[in-house]
Structure formats: C-alpha cells, structure tokens
C-alpha cells in the first residue's frame, strides 16, 4: 500500500510561482509513475503532468507546458510539480496519483493511489 501526501498549496498573485511536493510512503515508490491531476470547482479531474517512473517520458496538458515541471526524485520517495508564471485559470485542487506501472499515463482512471489534494489559488 502506498500514501501520498501532498503539501505546497496556496494562494498566490498571477505571474507567481509555488513548487508542490508530494511524498509517498512505501517501498515501490521508485517503481511507479507518476501523475498530477487538477480539478476545479463544477470541472472534470484534468492531467496535468505526468512522468515514467525514471523521469525519461513525461507529459505536459497543453494548458501548462513551458510553465510547470514536474520531478520524481525516488531517492526521497517525493514528486514535485514547480509552476511558474501561474495564471488565475491554473486556480483549482491539485492532486498527485501514483500508478503500479513504470509507464506514464495521462488518464486518472490508470492511477492507483492518490493524495487528498492540495488547493492553489492564483489572484488576478
């Protein structure tokens, strides 16, 4: 069994940044990929990034690339997802899932564990 638990939320002016950090608990953390996914208010669960469990393949929603990064450092059993130049639209409850499989994925129902969610607020 694995536990992600998620931290670096918060509110934050448009054009700023935030680095959220997710640490799993368990031994296979190194084995799996990874995934952030945002949902806001009356709004579908979105991927927002997703990486293989080396970091060699990675995904990025059109809506955030060039601005956010997503890292798997698994010798700290800890993902990150560092945005920048944050837009109010980017305003939502961001959650990181993990999936029993080397391979990226870029649909929520692939993943198997996931975090509570952190909220991010961006102010116009």
């Known amino acids: 069994q694995v536990q992600l638990v998620e931290s670096g939320g918060g509110l934050v002016q448009a054009g700023g940044s935030l680095r959220l950090s997710c640490e799993a608990s368990?031994?296979?953390?190194?084995?799996?990929?990874m995934g952030w996914f945002r949902q806001a208010p009356g709004k579908e669960r979105d991927i927002v990034a997703a990486?293989?469990?080396?970091?060699?393949?990675?995904y990025y929603a059109d809506s955030v690339k060039g601005r956010f990064t997503l890292s798997k450092d698994n010798a700290k059993n800890t993902a990150y997802l560092q945005m920048n130049s944050l837009k109010p639209e980017d305003t939502a409850v961001y959650y990181c899932?993990?999936?029993?499989?080397?391979?990226?994925?870029?649909?929520?129902?692939?993943?198997?564990?996931w975090g509570q969610g952190t909220q991010v607020t961006v102010s116009s």
């Open positions: 899932a993990a999936r029993r499989d080397a391979a990226m994925a870029t649909m929520w129902g692939y993943y198997d564990y």
């Open positions: 990486v293989s469990w080396n970091g060699g393949n990675a």
């Open positions: 368990g031994r296979s953390f190194s084995s799996y990929a």
